[in-house]
């Protein structure tokens, strides 16, 4: 599957965005999905994941209570929305899927699809 990632932007402290990722395909529903985000001289690390049901879902700690992942089967998308954004949440954020597992996947290195990554700025 391809995948188009797309909704960063540069927000103020606070605010809120929302990102897209559209797969391309008729069989995104046997994909578990995932966002990731890669900062400047940091690794990636995995921000949320979805099952593909969307029955399940994953949080790294640092965002829970702020971001939410969801995804519509029917229009082949997965969204996060992200409110209360700080500054460290700063980074370039990644969509992935996976078509091997059913439930959520945190691990970078089993997904095998990956969108092109959207820019995310949070300014103080």
């Known amino acids: 599957v391809q995948l188009q990632a797309s909704g960063g932007g540069l927000v103020q402290a606070g605010g809120s965005l929302r990102l897209s990722c559209v797969a391309s395909?008729?069989?995104?529903?046997?994909?578990?999905m995932g966002w990731f985000r890669q900062a400047p001289g940091k690794e990636r690390e995995s921000v949320a994941a979805?099952?593909?049901?969307?029955?399940?879902?994953y949080y790294t700690d640092s965002v829970k209570g702020r971001f939410t992942i969801s995804r519509d089967n029917a229009k082949n998308t997965v969204y996060l929305q992200m409110n209360s954004l700080k500054p460290e949440d700063t980074a370039v954020y990644y969509c992935a899927g996976v078509r091997a597992f059913t439930g959520v996947v945190r691990s970078d290195r089993l997904y095998d699809s990956w969108g092109q990554g959207t820019q995310v700025t949070v300014s103080s």
């Open positions: 395909g008729r069989t995104f529903s046997i994909y578990s």
């Open positions: 979805i099952s593909r049901s969307g029955d399940s879902t």
